[in-house]
């Protein structure tokens, strides 16, 4: 039977809980504080690129990760990434938490963290926390976005082929429904040439443009576009601009206003590594009376951001554990884990580069990718080449026949160590020999 000074104590746990992952007290600070800290002091003269080559460094990085020991593994990041075992810890302490009194724990404990946790994913996004709301991810961020705004029947919005499918079906929703008119471009990857690109946009502009929406990484092959260029363009056609950040957030290092975007949504739990059914949306300060909330809200054109957090019962431990991503992240630093993926994911390509009848389908210089990039084997559809991947080798790839791309994607991780990056490539080695051999028999040579 518990006594009143374990309720006690159990409450002002509680309290130190929902409060834990900004505090001394969390989980990342037990764990990994004292690790950090050595790292830190033992690698501090090093710059990100010269840091993104310490293996000493990145095994500890590592080895905070169950998905490490994965039997399966998973180069898919950009689907969805797993977290450190230390967000998951919070979560499962959170849901523990939760389950003791839902309503009690869930809104008055729990929830008394979201201020605190908005201010710093604020200070990640480089932004006013007044400008940021925690959602569930980039679909719902960006959803709330292209739902919200005023537009009329004959109104057009720019994007392109290569946006993503919640994103194209949403725009395609208000077509259907509203008149708006949405034109998509259509573009062959990899380009490495930002006025390109931009032209592209712009000559798609009319009187009647109002939006474009742009995907800061596109999903498929990892291009990264110019984001900042296109919205100052934009804005000198007083057109504003979409940014679906999904890919980039947690991944390169930029701050959100820099891109100069009036929209930007991202999931967490993709380069954030946060819990898995989190993301987040910036609405510029005085954009944001004019977006109407997706869900119910008493006042729908305030400029309270948090109008977009309406969502009922929803899941506590999720959002909490997002201060436990930051963490891990800011204790890495967002330049070296933007150049330590960035190098893994040249340390593969550029080994399958050289393996005939293997094709990257992705810009290998860092101004145009980070983590993603297409692979294919000539004579295996990318069908092929995923399930071959998987079930000879264990490697989880996502198939990419999409227009004008046949490749798979392959997304590695700050967990991800060089000798699984050995095994992927020594399997493209395997498996283009024998498509070499079988193409040749088929030719009769
Ligand atoms: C470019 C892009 N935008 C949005 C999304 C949707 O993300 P979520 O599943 O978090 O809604 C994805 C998912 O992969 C994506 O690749």
Redesign the pocket.
Known sequence: MSTKSDRRSFLKNATLLAGGAFSAQSIFNQAYGAIFEDLSAKYNAFSPSELAVQEDYWSTIQQAYSASSAPVLNLNN???SPSPMLVQQAVERYNQLSNQGPSYYMWRILDQGREPLRERLAALAGADPEEIAINR????A?NTVIYGLDLSSGDEVIGCHY??G??MQAWRQRQEREGIVYKQLDFEFPIEDDDFIVQAYKEAITDKTKIIHV?H???WIGQIMPVQKICRMAHEHGIEVIV?G??SFGLLDFKIPDLEGDYF?T?L??YLSAPIGS?MLWIKKEKISKVWPLLCNGQPKSENIRKFESLGTRSFPIEQGIGEALNFHNGIGAKRKEERVRYLKNYWAEKALKIPGVKVHTSLKAPYSCAIAGVSVAGMTPKDLETNLFSRFQIHTVAIPYRSLSCVRVSPHVYTRPSDLDKFVRALGILAAEHATQNMEEKGA
Request: net charge negative; glycine share 16%; charged share 15%.
């Open positions: 950009g689907g969805v991810n980039a679909t719902e960006l946006d993503y919640n994103m995907t990484v596109i999903n679906d999904a890919h949504g999931s739990h993709k993301g």
